[in-house]
């Protein structure tokens, strides 16, 4: 999607392996979130960001985490992967999602 | 908790009919309510959205009704067409906490020919 890319498009991992999402926006906007959706639930906010050095956690923080060191880059970090996290994740801005990365842990 | 309900789950219209998704929300501080669509394997995408000073949007085929006392809104899609078949999604937000979304669980819509 325009803006938003997200970086790797697929992943598998095993159990205990870390590894971070990256997001890179190109509109210079303040706000960035990341979402995951699963099957029914919906999409769900883990953290966001207001501006560069700012985080906040969302509904789902657990087992993830993040840092906005520059207004362009927003990666997601997972830090010891569980089967539970296998999910599609997304960045976004407040106009544009990222077309996702699928992650699946074995 | 849910903080956003959407019905139905799921919904079926002919071609040249209205689609109708409702959304119901609870946190009176939400103050921006947008709608998006998303297609197999792609990103949700920004159809339009409203805020509560305003009871109705629209643009184009798609319509947002807001009714701010009940705290409810709506997209109501006109002259629904097969290309409009996808999953729906509500969401919610105060503004000012840097349009951190709260999504309802979606709607699939599906437009019969």
């Known amino acids: 999607n325009a803006g938003v890319t997200q970086t790797p498009k697929f992943q598998v991992l095993k159990t205990g392996q870390s590894m971070t999402l990256q997001c890179a926006q190109d509109m210079n906007h303040e706000y960035m979130s990341w979402y995951r959706q699963d099957p029914g639930m919906g999409l769900r906010l883990i953290h966001y960001?207001?501006?560069?050095?700012?985080?906040d956690q969302g509904e789902v923080p657990n087992g993830y985490n993040v840092s906005r060191s520059t207004t362009e880059d927003f990666p997601l970090r997972l830090l010891s992967a569980a089967p539970s996290q296998t999910s599609v994740y997304f960045c976004?801005?407040?106009?544009?999602f990222g077309d996702g990365t699928r992650l699946s842990i074995l | 908790q849910q903080q956003v309900k959407q019905s139905p789950q799921s919904l079926i219209v002919q071609k040249g009919g209205i689609s109708i998704i409702n959304c119901a929300y609870e946190?009176?501080?939400?103050?921006?309510f947008p709608w998006y669509q998303q297609f197999p394997g792609k990103g949700p995408a920004l159809l339009i959205a409203i805020r509560p000073d305003v009871s109705e949007k629209k643009e184009g085929r798609f319509t947002i009704s807001f009714n701010k006392s009940a705290k409810q809104f709506s997209l109501h899609i006109m002259d629904s067409q097969p290309g409009d078949s996808a999953t729906y999604f509500c969401?919610?937000?105060?503004?000012?906490?840097?349009?951190?979304?709260?999504f309802g669980k979606g709607t699939s819509l599906l437009v019969t020919p």
């Open positions: 976004a801005t407040p106009s544009y």
């Open positions: 960001s207001v501006g560069a050095g700012i985080t």
């Open positions: 946190n009176t501080a939400f103050d921006y």
């Open positions: 969401a919610a937000t105060p503004s000012n906490s840097g349009y951190a979304l709260n």
